[in-house]
């Protein structure tokens, strides 16, 4: 089984930045992507980037040349380093680890709110 546990959310006036973070912990070795998701209340829930186990990269439209994903095998860690935020990038932001075994683990969510 593996755990995510999300950090890092928080308020910012717009043009700020935020980093997230998300550490995994159980059976690690059974992960393979990762990925930040996000939802706004009035939106659907969205991918906004992804990230292979060798570091390769895709980011929604929206979040292209603002947002970047990253990680740290060793300590079992994702990151998602969010500049130039808008307030339309506003929602609860969900880490998201895909397994080897096709099995897919959510972590709880971390709020991220942006003000004009």
């Known amino acids: 089984q593996v755990h995510l546990v999300e950090s890092g959310g928080g308020l910012v006036q717009a043009g700020g930045s935020l980093r997230l973070s998300c550490v995994a912990s159980?059976?690690?070795?059974?992960?393979?992507?990762m990925a930040w998701y996000r939802q706004a209340p009035g939106k659907q829930r969205e991918l906004v980037a992804h990230?292979?186990?060798?570091?390769?990269?895709n980011y929604a439209d929206a979040v292209k040349g603002r947002f970047a994903i990253s990680r740290d095998n060793a300590k079992n860690t994702v990151y998602l380093q969010m500049n130039s935020l808008k307030p339309e990038d506003t929602a609860v932001y969900y880490c998201?680890?895909?397994?080897?075994?096709?099995?897919?683990?959510w972590g709880q969510g971390t709020q991220v709110t942006v003000s004009s």
């Open positions: 159980g059976s690690t070795r059974a992960i393979d992507a």
């Open positions: 998201v680890a895909d397994g080897f075994t096709n099995m897919q683990y």
């Open positions: 990230i292979t186990r060798g570091g390769g990269t």
